[in-house]
């Protein structure tokens, strides 16, 4: 799983590619953690764009991610989810907690 972060003001958009399972899950929230640290945005932006494949460990990293931003009083947006990825956040309940630019 790679892991890409951009800076924009006081948003954060990170960026996936590859494989988001077991194996990576520890590791991509590793990097977000990081990177949250590091910038404390009010504003972050998962985007799934380059997410080949998800199993349910994409869950548990988004809903850090979500309990982080609202620990920091800042919210989350995930993008450019695609079909197989989003099957696992509607069986979850994702979508009905976390807005999304859905593709």
Do not use: W, Y
Not at 56 to 63: C, K, L, T
Not at 76 to 99: H, K, M, T, Y
């Amino acid at each position: 799983m790679e892991v890409r972060t951009s800076a924009n003001d006081r948003a954060l958009t990170v960026t996936l590619r590859g494989e988001l399972d077991h194996h990576a899950a520890r590791e991509t929230v590793t990097a977000l953690e990081r990177a949250l640290d590091a910038a404390l945005p009010r504003k972050l932006i998962l985007d799934f764009g380059g997410v080949t494949f998800m199993d349910s460990s994409g869950i548990a990293v988004v809903m850090r991610a979500f309990r982080r931003m609202t620990a920091l009083g800042g919210s989350l947006e995930l993008c450019n989810v695609p079909p197989q990825a989003g099957r696992v956040f509607d069986a979850a309940g994702i979508f009905s907690r976390i807005p999304t630019g859905r593709t």
